[in-house]
């Protein structure tokens, strides 16, 4: 069970005030009625803030996102998550209105690929076949053979052609984890993600003294002095699986603060402990948390903003999202 000093303890990593319960209402109370007369459906990341969670009709990772987004029949499709995300959303709709909170919402991974500098490394080696994590800009897909998420790279990679050379975008910690899991030998890109590699071997080892029964669940694009001291290594919703299966009653996180809220609601009067960043009082993503509730309200009152790509982006961008949610429906039916 939480207790109150369980509660004081986890409330030192929530940067902002909840929003007073009267606003919250009547907000919540306006995206319901938007969603209604827009015929729309609101999907939202396990990094998202717990208003916007708790109002979602779909709340996952990457993975379940873009599936859900491939098979939505709602006209409107309203995108809690960063930038990238929503270009997915739209990439595999074109027909459909796309829009988010925060256009400004982007991703350090994102910004590590730039277009031509990927084109660039390509041109050095015809036989490269470009597996891509799908934290990237639409002219990144674009240039991709095929797209993977932390909870398929695994396969996306056993299941890439023998004789081509593999080059791995952009997160070279993803990328070593998966050359750990799969035993391909990889060219990897030098990108990470600015929030997951603050923490630290010190941290976690800090923290197990304190909890020294508790199980260490960790995102792949932690690092590997992180992820050498995990039980379990998986993209979010993995993570609610492990936590749901495990019998211990505490566990440590090291991913983003907002899977904090997911994982509580999902295993009621498990402990979930966040694991301490060195540098910052806090493991949120910035992007993640640009988003709010009234920042949801707004863009579905004036269906702004839309995330827009050029045809031929959307075109080439699709061929290899659709390959990678092939390769994954096909492992999931194999396995069972
Ligand atoms: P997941 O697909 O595991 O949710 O990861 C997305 C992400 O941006 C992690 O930082
Ligand atoms: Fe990008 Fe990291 Fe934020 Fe995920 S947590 S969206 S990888 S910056």
Known sequence: MIDMTDARRDADFVTR?????????????????????????????????????????????????????????????????????????????????????????????????????????????????????????????????????????????NAAPKERDLLFVPDENLGAWVMEQTGRKMTLWRGACYAHVEFTHAGVTRIRREFPAAPLVAHPECTRAVRLLADEICSTEKMVDYCRRSAAQAILIATEAGMIHRLRKECPGKRFIPVPVENCRCNECKFMKMNTLEKLHDCMAGLSPRVELRPDIIERARQPIERMLRISSQAMANAG
């Open 17 to 157: 005030a909840p929003l007073p319960p009267e606003r919250l209402d009547a907000l919540s109370r306006d995206i319901l009625a938007l969603k209604h007369r827009l015929n729309a459906v609101i999907l939202a990341h396990n990094y998202q803030v717990p208003e916007i969670q708790d109002i979602a009709d779909f709340v996952g990772d990457s993975l379940g996102l873009s599936r859900q987004a491939a098979k939505t029949e709602a006209e409107v499709i309203v995108f809690c998550g960063v930038h990238f995300m929503a270009e997915t959303a739209k990439i595999l709709n074109p027909d459909k209105t796309v829009i988010l909170p925060d256009k400004d919402a982007g991703c350090s991974l994102e910004e590590s690929c730039p277009a031509a500098k990927l084109q660039a490394l390509q041109a050095t080696n015809p036989n490269f076949y470009t597996v891509t994590y799908i934290n990237c800009s639409a002219e990144v897909k674009a240039l991709s053979d095929v797209i993977c998420t932390s909870g398929n790279a695994v396969k996306i990679v």
